[in-house]
């Protein structure tokens, strides 16, 4: 199993980012995907989830309506659409699976929203 994530970068408030992540090594089709975020001191906390054919989608009271998790099944594709990005917002992101009971990680993209 790969996750290699991207498109993170310096964004001002207000601003918005669409992050990527790109899946091998399974069956992509068959398998929820979620963005976590983890930020400075703090642990690992759910962001989004989208369920395998991307008809369920569930998200963090902190984003819910400003982010919006989507996927692509044909190109193995997970993103996520940030919109009204406050500082509060700023970590490093990562896309996660739960494949065979077992949690797979990207290497993370990191977020900053400053002025």
């Known amino acids: 199993v790969q996750l290699v994530e991207s498109g993170g970068g310096l964004v001002q408030p207000g601003g918005s980012l669409r992050l990527s992540c790109a899946a091998s090594?399974?069956?992509?089709?068959?398998?929820?995907m979620s963005w976590y975020r983890q930020a400075p001191g703090k642990g690992r906390a759910l962001v989004a989830r989208i369920s395998s054919a991307g008809g369920s989608r569930n998200y963090g009271e902190s984003v819910e309506g400003r982010f919006t998790i989507s996927r692509d099944n044909d190109k193995n594709m997970v993103y996520l659409q940030m919109n009204s990005l406050k500082p509060e917002d700023t970590a490093v992101y990562y896309c996660n699976v739960e494949y065979w009971r077992r949690n797979y990680w990207g290497q993370g993209t990191q977020v900053t929203v400053s002025s």
């Open positions: 090594g399974f069956t992509f089709s068959s398998y929820a």
